[in-house]
């Protein structure tokens, strides 16, 4: 178990209006990184973070915005939701040293579905 | 850029069958590390396990096994007598240590009783 919770882990809204997920880890893993999935596509990287104040973009950017004002938290933000956003989020974490530094590890996924 | 392939987009088999799972693989990085994910029904992605590019060995797991060639950039995992449990969707990563996973885009496998 990482130690990661999402939510909230279904949410339903209008398309339109903002909508933040927030992702929480216990274990002060300095990366954290959202993903989404979609059929077809597998998972596709949208922010990723590498410690506090400090993010980047990934593969899907566009109309998401991330902040990480302190380690245990990583927020992602659709600043006007669009149908097209509809999808399941993932949030990853990564240990910074040990044998498995490389691997990512998943939270359980939040449900998102844009009306 | 880095790129995993995936060809199998679903594959169907009887319990007890052997299946193979392919997955392709493109890095111009000379040290990178190759994964596999399962995710079940539930919905959960579980980590399976990690390969780096210097260790070519095969490792077995229980039913599982792991075939990884460089010469062929594969990095194919086998499910031996397969059983409904493993009715999932597995996928395969890459990435070079620091950099976020690429992902293929998934194996659905079925098991049928």
């Known amino acids: 178990d990482a130690g990661i919770t999402q939510s909230p882990r279904h949410k339903v809204t209008e398309t339109g209006t903002p909508v933040t997920l927030r992702c929480h880890q216990t274990e002060n893993h300095r990366y954290m990184y959202w993903y989404r999935q979609d059929p077809g596509h597998g998972l596709r990287l949208i922010h990723y973070s590498y410690g506090v104040k400090d993010t980047d973009k990934g593969e899907v950017s566009d109309g998401y915005s991330v902040s990480r004002s302190k380690t245990e938290d990583f927020l992602l933000t659709l600043e006007s939701a669009t149908s097209s956003q509809t999808s399941v989020y993932f949030c990853?974490?990564?240990?910074?040293?040990?044998?498995?530094?490389?691997?990512?590890?998943f939270g359980p996924g939040t449900r998102l579905l844009v009306l | 850029a880095q790129k995993v392939t995936q060809a199998q987009t679903e594959i169907s088999v009887v319990e007890k069958e052997d299946v193979t799972l392919d997955c392709v693989y493109e890095t111009r990085d000379t040290t990178y590390y190759l994964f596999w994910y399962k995710q079940p029904p539930s919905g959960e992605l579980v980590f399976l396990i990690r390969r780096n590019s210097f260790d070519e060995q095969n490792e077995i797991s229980g039913r599982y096994s792991w075939n990884f060639q460089k010469s062929t950039s594969s990095f194919n995992f086998t499910i031996t007598a397969s059983q409904v449990v493993d009715s999932a969707v597995y996928f395969c990563?890459?990435?070079?240590?620091?950099?976020?996973?690429?992902f293929g885009k998934g194996t659905r496998l079925s098991v049928i009783a």
């Open positions: 990853a974490i990564r240990p910074a040293s040990g044998y498995y530094q490389e691997t990512q590890y």
């Open positions: 990563a890459l990435n070079s240590g620091n950099t976020p996973l690429v």
